[in-house]
C-alpha cells in the first residue's frame, strides 16, 4: 500500500530519493508520530534551513502563520491534521516564516500514507509556493482602488494620477504573472 512509500523514502531506497530530490517544489514525508523523515532539497530552499528528520515536527518550516497573519503551532498545521484525522488536507494557504524573517505564502498538500492493515503510517505533503499570486491579487485590487477612485473624482489631474498609477499596478502585476 502507500505506507509502502514512507518505508522505501526513509530507508533510503536510491530511486525513490533520486525521483524526489529531482522535483522542483518541497516535498517530505513524516511518520505516524509527525517526525519529519525525508525532505527534498526544495525544501531547503524553501524554508530557509536545513531540516532535522526525526527531530522536527510535522513541517520542514521554522515557523507558521495563517492566511490572515496568526501564529499557527506546527502541530495545528494541515499536515498535523492528516495524520491525526487519516485524511486529505486541501483548500488551505499558509505562510512560512523562514528564520531570515522572509516570510513565504504557500498551498500545503498534505496526504495520509496507510499502512497493509488500513493504520494511517504517515503522510507526504507537497508545498507550492503562491507568493507571487498573492501579490498578483494585491496588486490588481490596488489598481481598482485607484480606478474606482478616479471615476469619482472630477479633478482631471487627480483623476489622471490614478488612472496612471492603476495602470502601473495592473503592468506590474502582468509582469509578475509573465514570470511564473
Request: net charge negative.
Amino acid at each position: 500500500m502507500l505506507g509502502f512509500a514512507v518505508e522505501a523514502i526513509s530507508r533510503s531506497e536510491p530511486a525513490w530519493r533520486e525521483a524526489l530530490d529531482a522535483l522542483p517544489v518541497p516535498v517530505y514525508t513524516a511518520d505516524a508520530d509527525g517526525r519529519v523523515s525525508y525532505f527534498n532539497r526544495a525544501c531547503i530552499a524553501f524554508a530557509g534551513r536545513t531540516p532535522v528528520a526525526g527531530e522536527d515536527m510535522w513541517c520542514v518550516t521554522w515557523k507558521l502563520y495563517t492566511e490572515d497573519g496568526q501564529f499557527l503551532p506546527h502541530d495545528e498545521c494541515p499536515m498535523a491534521i492528516a495524520i491525526r484525522e487519516g485524511r486529505i488536507v486541501r483548500g488551505v494557504e499558509a505562510v512560512a516564516e523562514r528564520p531570515d524573517g522572509h516570510r513565504v505564502r504557500f498551498l500545503p498538500f498534505p496526504t495520509p500514507l496507510f499502512d497493509e492493515t488500513g493504520k494511517v503510517a504517515g503522510a507526504v505533503n507537497m508545498l507550492i509556493d503562491v507568493t507571487d499570486r498573492a501579490q498578483v491579487r494585491s496588486l490588481l485590487a490596488q489598481a481598482e482602488r485607484c480606478r474606482r477612485l478616479a471615476r469619482g473624482i472630477d479633478d482631471n489631474a487627480t483623476k489622471s494620477t490614478l488612472t496612471r498609477m492603476a495602470d502601473d499596478y495592473e503592468e506590474r502585476a502582468r509582469s509578475l504573472s509573465a514570470l511564473n
